[in-house]
């Protein structure tokens, strides 16, 4: 019985890389824990920049300042 | 202290059926475990067909699929 | 498709009380938007009396002072 | 590693004050707890007044009867 | 600023088994939306059987009539 | 009407800290938005170090690398 929730920066995400999280993270738990794929539930939820605090600041303003979440 | 969370797909859920899904929480809390109302909240959060996945599907492609989460 | 949390304080909760809180929770579900059950989750929190604040306190502490949830 | 979710009514809360409950929250924690910022998270999540219930009934009804959540 | 919620039945899932997860969620997270790992968090919440309920029954009285969440 | 989640890896938080940050977590809801606290509801989840997963890797081990998550 899994559930998952997934919380992001609203940052143009788009369906098909929605489709991929959804897809990965049932397989990674499918295979990992031998769960039916039927009872297994993912949630993505995107949060707006204001309402998404790091370290004490919006990340709103983080990426007015030019920061971004991006891997290196 | 009870706060009760609602995940549900957003498809069309209207304003008194959120109100039976308020009222009949609270009443089943209150009553099964003699809580003040008062100190019982009830949140409701309906989620895009894009966002919930099921099985490692998205539910829209699920519904384009025909296939409905109804009571049979 | 959907997911109810119900969090409570840690007070004695029985697992009588816990199966009707699930069955109660499913049926009024299944019954106001017509959901199939299987589809339906529910999972139920206890929380720590030091673990929940009301209006800035404990709930630990509101015990110690007599003050309980209980319906007047 | 803390993570902090803040749910609110969605009446009109500025940008400015959610700036101060990010800064705030994460000043606490750092402080009380001595964590890395880096390390702490908050997001915000505002809730419509149809989808939060208290005592049993939509905020959105109370608030037409004229109860507010204002501090007395 | 991903942070991802995995909530599983407590069914002797091994600190392994957390660890493929976690590397996993976090890989499939990082490749797909190319985030920064440092940024990303993820938390698995293990359900006791009796707080978990599927199709309104606690999900250890399913267990006890030999109904399990295996793969077929 | 808020609710706030805190959650932290279980590393000794002690009952005084938890009541600092319940406390000051409703104090500043209060102040920043004018709410009355009887309609605050704070909740402290601690996390197990082998079920908390920063850049793909478990607390547990990161601990044990000596990294910690302690302001510098």
Redesign the interface.
Known sequence: ?????????REG?T?E??????????????N????????????????EL????????????LREKGIT????
Do not use: F
């Open positions: 019985m899994p559930y998952v929730k997934i919380e992001l920066t995400v369906r890389q929605k489709q991929t999280l959804i897809k990965g993270v049932t397989d990674l738990i499918v990992t824990l031998n769960k039916d794929p039927h009872l297994t539930h993912v949630v993505i939820s995107e949060v204001d309402d998404w605090g790091y370290a004490g600041e919006q990340v709103s303003v979440a991006d891997k290196k």
